[in-house]
Nanobody, 124 residues
């Protein structure tokens, strides 16, 4: 099972950008699809984006499409979430997750591994 660790969160003004990283260790990262989720205060966990094994296929939630970009570098065992044009409603703890099977457009189903999360705060 792969172990995941997020970094890159912080405080940013609305309209700004952040880049989150997800470092993977323990197993072959290329065997896993990866996704980003977030949980805002008082809300349910929400799917943000996913990317399949080779990185050529990705999906986004409607709330972030056109502003966020998911990517991965299998040579570095890492995944990324570039977040641009941030809004206060993007404030949440962001988690990366991985599983061996494909991840669909809504990020449904169970995951093999989760990171500990990284806090993103967008001020207005």
């Amino acid at each position: 099972q792969v172990q995941l660790s997020e970094s890159g969160g912080g405080l940013v003004q609305a309209g700004g950008s952040l880049r989150l990283s997800c470092a993977a260790s323990g197993r072959a990262f290329t065997d896993y699809c990866m996704a980003w989720f977030r949980r805002a205060p008082g809300k349910e966990r929400e799917f943000v984006a996913s990317i399949l094994w080779g990185g050529s296929v990705s999906y986004y939630s409607d709330s972030v499409r056109g502003r966020f970009t998911i990517s991965r570098d299998n040579t570095r065992n890492a995944g990324y979430l570039q977040m641009d044009s941030l809004k206060p409603e993007d404030t949440a703890v962001y988690y990366c997750a991985a599983r061996r099977s494909a991840i669909g457009r809504d990020g449904g189903g169970s995951f093999d591994s989760w990171g500990q999360g990284t806090q993103v705060i967008v001020s207005s």
